[in-house]
């Protein structure tokens, strides 16, 4: 299958710093890549979608302004946690969708662990 | 409230035995994917299912989506402890805001296979 790749894979943070996570699709082109964030003992949550070359489209209760998505190329999304406060801790993961003739794929980063102290 | 619904939430089986997980949602499914998520590692997609009653297999899963698209259902076979992990089923559905495709998840089930 198609692989894609995130970094870093964790990251420590003082809070009110930033931190940058990348997503990266090796292998294809992803049009379109999705931002989730899991909380402990709970599914993933979708934060954001963000189309290649367009604005990310964020999911009610996010905060645009917090977690900032660039996708500035077909194979590259970043996603970037302003002021971070340690209730932004979490897991974070990317996903990036391939289409195939009539069928799409959707895959997985390894996901970011982000601790906010 | 859950968008999709996963049952059971666990499952514990004997090696060689059949077992089945259910994905169900209350809006029509445009798109239902299927994945695994082995402890510690990453999730693996599975298989996507997108016609109503179509049906997709991969090793010894099989997965189908019912005729009216709003249930899927995945089905081991022979299971083997290789099959233990968590299962998530993920859907697109339209958002709130009308034609906007995002994927939801359900709340997987943790399947434990006893050699």
């Known amino acids: 299958g198609a692989v894609v790749s995130q970094h870093p894979s964790w990251v420590i943070c003082k809070s009110g710093t930033s931190v940058k996570i990348e997503c990266r699709s090796l292998?294809?082109?992803?049009?379109?890549m999705f931002w989730y964030r899991q909380f402990p003992k709970q599914s993933l949550m979708l934060m954001a979608t963000s189309n290649e070359g367009s604005k990310a489209t964020y999911e009610q209760g996010v905060e645009k302004d917090k977690f900032l998505i660039n996708h500035a190329s077909l194979t590259l999304s970043t996603l970037t946690v302003t002021s971070a406060h340690p209730e932004d801790s979490s897991f974070y993961i990317c996903s990036a969708r391939i289409y195939r003739a009539t069928d799409y794929e959707q895959y997985f980063g390894p996901g970011t662990r982000l601790t906010v102290t | 409230s859950q968008e999709l619904e996963q049952s059971p939430q666990s499952l514990i089986v004997q090696e060689g035995k059949n077992l089945t997980i259910n994905c169900t949602s209350s809006k029509t499914l445009y798109g239902l994917y299927w994945y695994k998520q082995k402890y510690g590692e990453g999730l693996i997609f599975l298989m996507m299912l997108q016609k109503g009653g179509e049906e997709k297999s991969h090793e010894k899963i099989t997965a189908k989506l019912d005729e009216k698209k709003q249930q899927s259902s995945l089905h081991i076979t022979a299971s083997q402890p290789s099959h233990a992990g968590i299962y998530l089923c993920?859907?697109?559905?339209?958002?709130?805001?009308?034609?906007?495709?995002?994927?939801?998840f359900g709340t997987g089930t943790k399947l434990q296979v006893i050699p």
């Open positions: 993920g859907a697109d559905i339209y958002g709130s805001n009308g034609g906007y495709q995002k994927v939801t």
């Open positions: 292998d294809f082109q992803a049009t379109t």
